[in-house]
DNA sequence: CCACTATTTCGCCAATCCGCCAAACAGAAA
DNA sequence: TTTCTGTTTGGCGGATTGGCGAAATAGTGG
């Protein structure tokens, strides 16, 4: 095994990691319907600024999310395109951008 | 939004959780090649005996992996195929049954 | 320049995770 | 029964993570 591999599963797993708690999870959901501003992640998040900050800043170190200036405020989005794939596939109810195929029921993952 | 959404997060989160570690992440790469007993596992892990079994044991209760017991043995095998679909869609070089495309060269994920 | 808003970083503490060792447990064989 | 092999579980030290409030930073307006 080359130690490549060793690196790309790190990186892979980091990924992972990342998306490994509920308000990331719930931040990367919202993210599907589009560019989010900083103060719109914080108004559907349980915490406060301090802790959604340190949660995109986790995001986008594991390059799942990007962010861009726009004035005063700072703007993220979505830049694996493929998580969205995977959380429906894992199918469920917390669905930002699902709803039109006739799946996703229940929270069963198939 | 329901209760219902959060409890389903939070599984959800622990299946991103249970994949956000190397070791576990090179064990469902793996099992992508079919079923393997648990002593087949430790081979191909570097920690030890009780490690790779705890590791398991995470995979099991995210519903990721199944076991069965043969005989004297163990054998787990992969009960979410979409993790495989995902981590090819990551690309990159890991990869134990996705050699047939022709993508998957670099540890880009796109 | 100062004040204000939006966002990130820093320090702290509690909680969780990781890997190891030893012990426990289950099943097959003697 | 005892013994052996394969596997899981319990406990410990050390490292990492999560969330909070306070402080720092960046950009805008007066």
């Known amino acids: 095994m080359s130690s490549t591999a ?3 599963r790190k990186r892979r797993a980091a990924i992972f990691k990342a998306l490994g708690h509920p308000a990331r999870l719930r931040i990367v959901e919202e993210l599907r319907g589009g560019e989010r501003c900083v103060c ?3 108004d559907i998040s349980a915490g406060g600024w301090s802790t959604v900050s340190r949660h995109l800043s986790v995001l986008k170190a594991a390059g799942i999310v990007e962010d861009e200036k726009h ?3 700072v703007h993220y989005r979505l ?3 493929c998580v969205g794939t ?3 596939c894992l199918g469920g109810e917390p669905a930002s951008a699902s709803k039109a195929s ?4 229940s929270c069963k993952h198939a």
């Not at 006739?102 to 029921?105: H, L, P």
């Open 71 to 73: 004035g005063l405020h």
């Open 40 to 42: 719109e992640l914080v």
């Open 79 to 81: 830049a694996l395109p």
């Open 86 to 88: 995977f959380l429906d």
């Open 102 to 105: 006739g799946a996703a029921k």
């Open 6 to 8: 060793i690196t790309c």
